[in-house]
């Protein structure tokens, strides 16, 4: 079985497979051209997201914020991340919910350790 998520709330779920034990994702090949909503390009997956990095013990770190994809966060520290080789991802996390003391109630684990 491979369990994603659909629509731009599965963004964690298609960039943190292997973190959670799935043996791939899926990525289009264009920018648009997608076979399912909120799908990432393989480009993204690859470049802007390291998912070749990600395992189990990577760290969760993201900007909450709605709208948000303004944001140059990720880029930035996801290419920081990679260049000192830290063991963490940074995503947008606005669509998760709707209220930021709703989402760090719920996602408050060791896997999420920091948020803007």
């Known amino acids: ?3 994603l998520v659909m629509s731009e709330r599965g963004l964690m779920s298609r960039i ?4 959670f034990g799935g043996f791939l ?12 909503p909120g799908q990432p390009t393989v480009k993204e997956l690859l470049d802007l997201y390291n998912t070749r990095l990600v395992g189990p013990d990577t760290k969760v770190h993201g900007v909450i914020g ?3 994809h303004h944001s140059k966060n990720p880029l930035l520290y ?4 990679k260049s000192t080789g830290f ?8 669509w ?14 060791p896997d999420f350790s920091g948020f803007k």
């Open 1 to 3: 079985m491979i369990g």
């Open 16 to 19: 943190h497979a292997a973190k």
């Open 25 to 36: 994702t899926f990525g289009s090949l264009e920018a648009g051209v997608v076979s399912a």
């Open 66 to 68: 709605k709208p948000i």
């Open 78 to 81: 996801n290419a920081s991340f």
């Open 87 to 94: 063991n963490g991802m940074y995503l947008y996390l606005y």
């Open 96 to 109: 998760l919910t709707t209220s930021q003391l709703t989402f760090i109630t719920t996602y408050s684990s």
